[in-house]
């Protein structure tokens, strides 16, 4: 599917390719890993523009189509769902095809074409693909004008996975996900039938939904079977057997020099000298992978507080006096709280989380903190709040004006900051290390209370490797809202579920919340079915959801089967059809018989969903 051959590529003169090689096989899902600035995004870049050049490094199958997201849906009139079918281009041209067809064969072949499409029932697979990366089915019909940036990207994405291409490119496709969305996309590039290429630093995602791992380092490609760990696994494996035969390597070394010390000046044993010195100069130095070091995160112990740190009582949250988007909020922090909020986006973690942090004023009930808790707020809107055009330096310095030039140094390089980077201004820093200055800034105050909202989006594995261990150390409460299974897993205890206006603890982990998630069938990938008899997690606060959006993904399939039966019915009613056009008349007969197996799928779905939801 995917051939790269002796690759080269310089950016302003430093190399980010050298003479690098990797082949893909067709079907393979396959993660793309390396550190941040390694070229991982110009790599994703020169395959999208090189595929389809003669005698380029990098090849394709012939015919095969690419799919990848290069920018959000643009803000238009059109309704999100039809701007989402677009992205197919072929079956849209095909649609537009059979309304003005004439010709009784070309009329047979665009429709033999739309079946082995599955076009007949496009917007249903659409309709899932939306409702599983987090729209409301009521969304669909809604201009995209209407949706912020990082909605209109996840449309982007949704149109991509709609077009199902023959190789499907992905960078990032999570930093504007949830937890739902990403662990539905997961299910989803899983079962994808085709070819896949991810850039991901969400390790989970990684490790559950790829078959190999193509590793971008020291300028080469290499790729190894099996996910993220099993690369980690296979990497430590190598640089074990590398380390032991430098150590021998180095023995016979020391061996030969002592030799060639000892007997070079004797006539006697010269002839053995220049043997071993020949010996030495043909030995081939065995080098050991360089070890990039990450720089650490550091979160300063406050003073231990007694509990509770902060207390809701009765509290209506949200923006606008009489419009709650939270009521009924009664909960409590203690000081050595590890809570991760869950729930949809859109349900009001951000809003909770900035309640809780008297970022946000209350709209009615009673907020109680101790008068001593320091809290540290972290969010990624806090970006555009670095002040553009002062350098870290600076930022640093603003903390503790009185602070000597020396002092202010060594906290920025407490925080990662060295030398190199001390007087970069903000606006050259990558993401990660806006994230790195952020939490940097917010950790110098000492925080009882550690509240990081999405912190991760901007930082490699690593980097979210020494987060976790940093967040491990903290002596204080931590309050998470993250997309990252991994991150989540390995720094809380507790869950708070956000959904429907309301706030309550979810008694079971995170893996039981996923499945949860993944039972509501959203995933309809192309010529998937609905299986009703899946199980539904009897937890009642989650199970009315799951089970509406069953129901919604079952109407439209519905509506589309029933339409097309219509259609396809209204056509073999034509009694001259079978002795003008017999080739079509089969056509149809079949693609009637492949809709009412739909129906039939979606009905039974629909039946199981509303029993249940009655229930």
């Known amino acids: ?61 012939r015919g095969a189509r690419l799919g990848f997201v290069a920018q959000e849906i643009p803000p238009v009139a059109d309704a999100l769902l039809e701007v989402v079918l677009a992205a197919d281009m072929e079956l849209s041209a095909l649609n537009r095809e059979a309304e003005t067809a004439t010709d009784p064969q070309r009329i047979a072949d665009i429709h033999i074409r739309l079946g082995e499409l599955d076009g007949y029932s ?32 996840r449309a982007a994405l949704a149109g991509v996975l709609f077009s199902t291409p023959d190789l499907l490119i992905l960078d990032e496709p999570t930093n504007y996900l949830d937890l739902e969305g990403a662990a539905w996309l997961e299910e989803y590039l899983r079962d994808y039938p085709h070819t896949v290429l991810v850039v991901s630093h969400d390790r ?71 043997s071993r010195i020949k010996q030495l100069e043909k030995m081939q130095d065995i080098a050991l992978p360089l070890e990039s070091r990450t720089i650490p995160f550091h979160f300063e112990d406050a003073s231990t507080l007694a509990s509770p740190l902060v207390v809701l009582d009765e509290c209506e949250l949200g923006y606008a006096t009489g419009k709650p988007v939270l009521s009924k909020v009664s909960l409590r922090l203690d000081h050595d709280d590890r809570i991760v909020v869950i729930g949809p986006n859109g349900q009001g973690k951000t ?42 330096f600076e930022h640093v310095r603003a903390l503790e004006p009185d602070w000597a030039p020396p002092k202010v140094r060594s906290r920025a390089a407490r925080m990662g900051f060295g030398t190199e980077k001390i007087d970069t201004k903000v606006q050259d820093l990558s993401g990660g290390e806006k994230v790195r200055l952020l939490l940097g800034l917010m950790a110098h105050a000492k925080p009882h209370v550690l509240i990081l909202d999405e912190p991760t989006s901007h930082l490699d594995i690593d980097s979210r490797e020494a987060l976790i261990h940093a967040i491990n150390d903290f002596q204080g409460a931590v309050l998470l809202i993250t997309h990252d299974i991994y991150l989540a897993e390995a720094c809380a205890d507790r869950l708070w579920l956000v959904y429907h206006g309301r706030v309550r603890p979810y008694d079971g982990d995170l893996e039981d ?71 079509r008349a089969a056509s149809l007969s079949r693609e009637r018989a492949g809709a009412a197996a739909a129906l039939e799928s979606a009905e039974a779905a629909w039946l199981a969903a509303s029993d249940a939801l009655s229930g």
Request: net charge positive.
């Open 351 to 392: 809003t909770l989380v900035k309640s809780i942090a008297a970022k946000l004023p209350l709209l009615a009930g009673k907020r109680v903190a101790s008068g001593k808790a320091v809290m540290g707020y972290f969010s990624q809107d806090q970006l555009d709040q670095l002040r553009e055009g002062e350098s870290v």
């Open 204 to 274: 989970e995602m990684l490790n559950r939904s790829v078959t190999h791992i193509l590793a971008l380092d020291e300028r080469r490609l290499e790729v190894f079977a099996g996910g993220y760990d099993a690369y980690l696994k296979k990497r430590a494996e190598r640089l074990s057997l590398a380390t032991s035969m430098k150590s021998k390597q180095d023995a016979q070394r020391a061996h030969l020099q002592s030799f060639i010390d000892r007997f070079r000046a004797k006539a006697s044993k010269a002839r053995q000298a220049q």
């Open 513 to 583: 919340y996923r499945k949860l998630v993944l039972s509501t069938d959203r995933s309809l990938a192309r010529g998937g079915k609905v299986e009703p008899s899946r199980t539904i997690a009897k937890t009642p606060s989650i199970s009315a959801y799951a089970l509406k959006q069953r129901l919604a993904a079952a109407e439209a399939e519905m509506e589309q089967a029933q339409a097309a039966i219509a259609r396809v019915d209204a056509a073999l009613a034509d009694p001259e059809l079978y002795a003008n056009d017999p080739t």
């Open 1 to 61: 599917m995917l051939e790269i051959t002796d690759l080269t590529y310089r950016i302003g003169g430093r190399p980010l390719l050298e003479n690098a090689s990797a082949f893909i096989a067709e079907g393979w899902k396959v993660g793309l890993v390396g550190k941040n600035g390694s070229g991982k995004t110009t790599l994703l870049r020169l395959i999208r523009e090189e595929a389809g050049e003669q005698g380029a490094s990098v090849r394709t199958r």
């Open 122 to 153: 496009a917007e249903a697979r659409a309709s899932a693909i939306l409702v599983g990366l987090g729209f409301e089915q009521q969304d669909l019909a809604r201009p995209a004008r209407e949706f912020s940036g990082g909605w209109r990207m």
